[in-house]
């Protein structure tokens, strides 16, 4: 049990590292202004996250924000990706729209505005 309790204060200080280097991502800026390739993107990050809500089992839902299996598969995939621009979109949206494998355009609008 005390292993367990030092493995979940280990996570929750390594999330809480990882969203400090990566809060200065969050901003839309950076992001191509050509649509096409926006949507291009977009739907490379939707497919981390549909496979994620899939290998999580996670299917009864449209928004996985609250699935740590999700979260964490998804923010991994896009990591390892070596895309910086698939990595400034997917940060730039909020976690509710991040996770969200249902959203649409006007989520990637809100983006190209910030």
Same mark, same amino acid.
């Given at each position: 049990?005390?292993?367990?309790?030092?493995?979940?204060?280990?996570?929750?200080?390594?999330?809480?590292? %990882? $969203?400090?280097?990566?809060?200065?991502?969050? *901003? @839309?800026?950076?992001?191509? /202004?050509?649509?096409?390739?926006? #949507?291009?993107?977009?739907?490379?990050?939707?497919?981390?996250?549909?496979?994620?809500?899939?290998?999580?089992?996670?299917?009864?839902?449209?928004?996985?924000?609250?699935?740590?299996?999700?979260? %964490? $598969?998804?923010?991994?995939?896009?990591?390892? *990706? @070596?895309?910086?621009?698939? /990595?400034?979109?997917?940060?730039? #949206?909020?976690?509710?729209?991040?996770?969200?494998?249902?959203?649409?355009?006007?989520?990637?609008?809100?983006?190209?505005?910030?």
């Amino acid at each position: 049990m005390a292993n367990m309790k030092r493995l979940i204060a280990a996570t929750i200080v390594t999330a809480g590292m %990882s $969203a400090a280097v990566i809060a200065p991502a969050w *901003s @839309g800026e950076g992001l191509p /202004q050509d649509k096409a390739m926006l #949507l291009k993107l977009n739907e490379t990050q939707l497919s981390f996250l549909r496979r994620a809500v899939r290998h999580c089992d996670d299917l009864y839902r449209t928004r996985h924000e609250g699935n740590f299996c999700v979260t %964490s $598969a998804v923010d991994l995939d896009v990591r390892q *990706s @070596g895309d910086a621009e698939l /990595q400034k979109l997917h940060w730039a #949206l909020t976690p509710s729209e991040r996770y969200n494998d249902k959203r649409g355009p006007v989520e990637l609008q809100r983006v190209l505005q910030d």
